[in-house]
């Protein structure tokens, strides 16, 4: 389970300026500010742009490129169901399927109570123990519906 | 009474338990007054049998797996700590028939090495590559590299050696060693397996690269979806740079390196070298026309040798050992081992290494046990979500760049992805073109927008509408993408949908005879 920080401009110029100097530092950067924040919100971009010297369409660019970047804080607890090959030939797709109907919720929706947030994923590597996903980053295998269910029970 | 236990700390095993059982390991071990010493390893690859546990005994190790927390009680009344007879005890485990029918070289340690310690990296055989070839020389370490006939693990099966070359002959202020460990293709985890189970082995493999073309620093590029894998590696170039093995004039050779972990952000064309290039420069991950080579003009416009993780990690060995052992396995032109990785829809999933020439059909029947759930076997998708579905009827082909090819199938890095016989192909068509929309760069129409045209239609095909129609539009589609596209996102993308629709036709008209015999 993750708390993040409300959204704070000093902070996250002290956040991003280490990576302004370093080879490449946008990704860090992005990466660091979701570690404190949960989200690089909009109040980012004019920072990230300064700092790095890019313009806010670049900026803006860069963050909508990626799947990770969300704009928002994600629920207390995040599920990162696989929906890869490997994971659908062990029928993780009726799986996922059936939870989020259950839930009422969408891909990369948060339960209403704010405890949990489910995002599609495309291979964690642990398509030996098919099907598969993260939550808050213990990965978790063999995943049938009871131990999906006892996962998700203890999030809320 | 003291005792050493080894216990993976692989994500594969953790996702099965493995801390729960290490917990109850400790706790019990205390009850008892026993100093019990838990080694967190990599996992040896045979994930039916995780959490695998292991005991240090005189004779060797004793495995006993898999083993759950609930376990642990049993297992210490019944003594498997003098590896003692115990209902999970599989005995050595290098004599399970799974591993003894395997040739390891890139993965002889993983599973048996901590992760976390340089100098046991150093007690198995670690380091003797780089020493010898710091002895050899920069260039005759990197004929050996061509001589081994090793091609890129990473899909499209480069000759490394040659790579090696351009990037040495280029003149540059600095130039740079990137390691693509992006590992994107759903049915693979050999990447992941080294870094968490062996990293010292790519960080050498790496110096040796980084030698051999005269670069100062390298980059692991990573994914977001690996966490342990990226913990395990920073906490081995912690080792290795305390170890004098990182930094300035490494063991006194002169040749100074340092390498750094960065990580992608959930982007699978991030995998494709020249838009792992732009996301590490901190860009949008979108791919470059090739020329110029990366080898010639790479990461910030400076000559850069990208190479994936198994490449690298084969680097080693082969110069411990010399070109020539490796060379000498292998089938036609695919020269060494690969790791193969069996895995969804399988009795035996785990990492298979082996030479090269191996058949599907050993692969998944003899080795693999067929599928998990017991029913027939359908489609086997080697090669990650842009390779080909085959059907048992082409189970004779050799696992070899060559003949997959020759069966318009790809090798790519080594994943298998078995199915059973309750597999609907059309819904597998299908995600590939939904993949293929998802993860587009953006940069070429037929990929951008074909892929989603590719959903639409196949939907529709699904439903019954047009089939013939839809069919040909598919059909052409596919063409327009394959010959349109400028990476093999796009340019591949067809080989599961075509593979499908020709193996699998039956799939695409179901519900058209539905249809007819309710008329
Ligand atoms: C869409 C796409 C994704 C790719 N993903 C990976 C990957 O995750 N890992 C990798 O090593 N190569 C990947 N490749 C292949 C790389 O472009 C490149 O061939 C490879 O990094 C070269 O290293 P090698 O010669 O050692 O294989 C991908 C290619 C494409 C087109
Ligand atoms: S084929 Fe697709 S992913 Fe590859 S460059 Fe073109 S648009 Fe980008
Ligand atoms: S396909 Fe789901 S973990 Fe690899």
Redesign the pocket.
Known sequence: MHEYSAWDDERAGEIITPWCTAEGGTLPALHALMAEFGAVPDAAVPLLAQQFNLSRAEIRGIISFYHDFRRTPPGRHVLKLCRAEACQSMHGATLAENLLARLGLTWGATTTDGALTIEPVYCLGLCAVAPAALLDEVPQGRLDVARLDRLVAATR | MSARVFLPIDAGALALGADDVAAALAAHARARGIALEIVRTGARGLYWLEPLLEVARPEGRIAYGPVSAADVPALFESGFLDGAAHPLRVGRPEEIPFLTRQTRLTFARCGIVDPASAADYEALGGWRGLTRALALGAAASIEEVVASGLRGRGGAGFPTGIKWRTAAAAQADRKYIVCNADEGDSGTFADRMIMEGDPFVLIEGMLIAGYAVGASKGYIYTRSEYPHAIAAMNRALAAARAGGFLGANIQGSGFSFDLEVRVGAGAY?CG?ETALLDSLEGKRG??RAKPPLPAIQGLFGRPTVINNVISLASVPTILAEGAKHYQGLGYGRSRGTMPIQLAGNIRYPGLFEAAFGVTLGELVNEIGGGTATGRPVRAVQVGGPLGAYFPPALFDTPFDYEAFAARDGLIGHGGVVVFDDTVDMAAQARFAMEFCAI??????TP??IGSTRGVEVITRIQQGVDVEKNLALVTDLCETMKFG???????FTPYPVISALTHFREDFTRATARQAAAE
């Open positions: 064309v494709e979108v791919v993860e587009s760069c953006g940069k070429c990929c951008r596209s400028l990476c093999a996102l796009g340019g």
